[in-house]
């Protein structure tokens, strides 16, 4: 069993979304010690915007490609090899100006592949993905779920794992986390009981 960890909050240790999937990594471990984990760590080591580079090279055969195209080109095969190989992908997805970090939607352009996790049919866009577990962190500094200001975080990844065939896609959210010390505490420790008595308890 393969496990992917990704974080992508650009606070460090004070980040809340980074300690929380941690603790679902950890979990997981724990309910399956034989599972291999693969860490991402998208503020540390950026992913390069999708870019027009990105495209030619992806175009271009390999002895053709120039050097910043070969970067490109290796770039998207390693993510996207990484993505396919996970079993099981757990991601900290912290809401910056209403959606995900600039870093996480990097990775998303790496891993959302025509012909590789998705393909368009006579019948129309078919997901190539099934068979994954998406566990996604989602933290807020104000209260989103459910409302117009979360559509662009939380509804736009179960849409994108939705499109490429995923179905098995649970949230651990914490939001509230500005809304004053008492909020936080208890969105916190809500989302530690979430991790330690819901999220494996079918496992
Ligand atoms: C650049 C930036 C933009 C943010 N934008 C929002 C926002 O639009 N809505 C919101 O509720 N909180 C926003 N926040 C607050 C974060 O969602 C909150 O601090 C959360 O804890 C982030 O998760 P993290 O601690 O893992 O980074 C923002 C924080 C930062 C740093």
Redesign the pocket.
């Known amino acids: 069993m393969k496990l992917l960890h990704i974080?992508?909050?650009?606070?460090g240790d004070?980040?809340?979304?980074?300690?929380?999937s941690s603790e679902v990594v950890k979990a997981w471990q724990t309910a399956a010690p034989a599972a291999v984990v693969t860490y991402r760590d998208l503020a540390a080591d950026a992913i390069s915007h999708f870019s027009a580079t990105t495209l030619v090279a992806a175009g271009t055969t390999a002895e053709l490609r120039n050097a910043a195209q070969q970067h490109e080109a290796e770039l998207s095969a390693s993510t996207l090899a990484e993505f396919l190989a996970a079993d099981a992908v757990v991601i900290?997805a912290?809401?910056?100006?209403?959606?995900i970090?600039t870093q996480l939607k990097a990775w998303i352009d790496r891993i959302a592949v025509a012909g590789q996790t998705f393909r368009y049919t006579e019948a129309g866009p078919e997901g190539l993905c099934g068979g994954k577990k998406v566990v996604i962190?989602s933290?807020?500094?104000?209260?989103?779920a459910g409302q117009a200001?979360g559509v662009a975080?939380e509804d736009y990844l179960k849409l994108l794992f939705g499109f490429l065939g995923i179905t098995d896609i649970e949230f651990v959210r914490?939001?509230?986390?500005?809304y004053g010390d008492d909020v936080r505490t208890k969105a916190m420790s809500d989302a530690h009981t979430q991790i330690s008595e819901q999220l494996f308890a079918a496992a």
Request: aromatic share 6%; charged share 5%; net charge neutral.
């Open positions: 974080d992508s909050s650009i606070l004070n980040s809340a979304s980074r300690q929380l900290a912290p809401m910056y100006n209403f959606t970090p962190v933290t807020a500094g104000g209260l989103h200001t975080h914490a939001h509230g986390l500005a």
